[in-house]
């Protein structure tokens, strides 16, 4: 019997995965799957990177570990790096997405001294309470949200005027919806949030869990939508696999907040900021956003004209494949063939967000599996 509390942590695959290496993973029976999930979008640089293995297992010698109450070398390295990787001022490390997010919620409030967030339709943005709270999906999962939130269409500019006022702190969005299915905003619109929020005096908190950090081949997604966030969060791929994230913000924003206002024990480990600052330095030293950018250009070639998908977007390597039936049995059919996908809210999606490194033969590949699992004729209403 197992005693972990499985029905909490969602959904569970067959396999029981147990080594993995670059885009490869293996499970208990020996058996090999090309990852084209990357683990809820996280490994862009590879599985066992022996660069990161290196820097992880060195710091775990030299100094496992100090919290932030006193300063460690890595800890300030790894902030400049990111820092300089994604043209933001400041850096407050944390443990995960959701937790990035509480403190981008909570910064945001104090900087401004209001309390209303504008958050978006069908974004995610963590499981904890105040995260959740601006999650559209689970928001009245565990009621009542903390906090007033108001939520808008995605990338309707109308509606999020109509909603910001004096009493808004924020407004946190994805600039690509992730869980959603890898959704672009239309153009012009990220860039129209921001001007429209420091209009009334309210900040604007990009959510790059998932689009951040070189996934769409660029070091923000903001920056290919021409904006800097007041507030950006990073987490999934930032420490290649590490459980590490960040709140990013502004040199203004950061001057708001004073000692003590918040706080993490873990926060800043020198193992996390170890990993961190290996991950940089593989994505740069090995091109890595260039070749997510190939990745995307790839699946389009070789899945764009499958019969039964209907559409391909997104950017790097991170794509919505949308068929024209429901994806999940798809995603299980492909993953009995050896291939690992993820899926989205969006039952039609197949969302990929494979490492950078995937090679060209692992997306044929998925590519001739897709059309295996497509030639069967859709069975209506199958989820
Ligand atoms: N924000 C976004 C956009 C996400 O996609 C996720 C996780 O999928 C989170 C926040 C939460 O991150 P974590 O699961 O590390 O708490």
């Known amino acids: 019997m197992s005693h972990l509390l ?3 942590g969602g959904a569970k695959w067959e396999p029981t995965f147990i080594s993995g290496e670059g885009a490869l993973v293996w499970d208990v029976g020996g058996r090999t ?9 996280v490994t862009l640089i590879g599985l066992g990177h022996p660069r990161w293995v290196h820097a992880i297992t060195e710091q775990a010698a030299e100094l496992s570990f100090f919290t932030a109450v006193g300063d460690v070398p890595v800890r300030g390295r790894a902030a400049t790096k990111l820092c300089d990787f994604t043209g933001m001022d400041r850096c407050f490390f944390v443990n995960s997405g959701a937790e990035a997010n509480e403190a981008a919620l909570k910064v945001a409030r104090k900087a401004t001294g209001r309390g209303t967030i504008v958050a978006m339709e069908n974004g995610f943005h963590g499981r904890t309470m105040g995260a959740l709270g601006a999650t559209w999906k689970y928001r009245n999962q565990h009621a009542p949200a903390h906090g007033e939130v108001r939520f808008v269409p995605f990338g309707d500019l109308e509606a999020v005027r109509a909603a910001l006022d004096a009493t808004v702190a924020a407004v946190i969005t994805e600039p690509v919806q992730g869980m959603a299915g890898v959704v672009m905003p239309p153009d012009g619109w990220l860039e129209g949030v921001v001007h429209a929020a420091h209009e009334v005096g309210a900040l ?3 959510d790059e869990v998932q689009s951040g950090i070189g996934r769409m081949g660029a070091p923000l997604a903001s920056h290919l939508f021409g904006i800097t966030p007041d507030i950006a969060t990073v987490g999934k791929g ?28 873990f926060g800043g480990a020198p193992m996390a900021c170890a990993a961190v600052e290996a ?3 593989i994505l740069v030293d090995q091109d890595l956003l260039v070749k997510a950018d190939s990745v995307f250009a790839e699946v389009e070639a070789q899945l764009g004209s499958v019969p039964g998908v209907v559409d391909v977007r997104g950017a790097g390597a991170w ?6 039936r429901p994806a999940g049995p798809v995603a299980a059919g492909l993953r009995r063939a050896g291939i690992l996908v993820g899926t989205s809210t969006d039952p039609a999606v197949l969302r990929l967000a494979p490492p950078a490194v995937v090679p060209v033969v692992a997306i044929r590949m998925l590519a001739d599996a897709l059309a295996y699992e497509l ?8 989820a």
């Open 33 to 41: 799957y090309w990852d084209f999930y990357g683990g809820h979008a």
């Open 204 to 206: 604007v908190i990009a």
């Open 238 to 265: 930032v420490g290649g696999g590490f459980p590490v994230a960040a709140m990013l913000c502004t040199d203004a924003v950061a001057a708001t907040v004073l000692p003590g206002e918040h706080g993490t024990t």
């Open 279 to 281: 991950t940089l330095d």
């Open 6 to 8: 499985d029905n909490l």
């Open 319 to 324: 794509v919505a494949v949308v068929l024209d």
């Open 375 to 382: 030639a069967a004729p859709a069975i209506e209403g199958a």
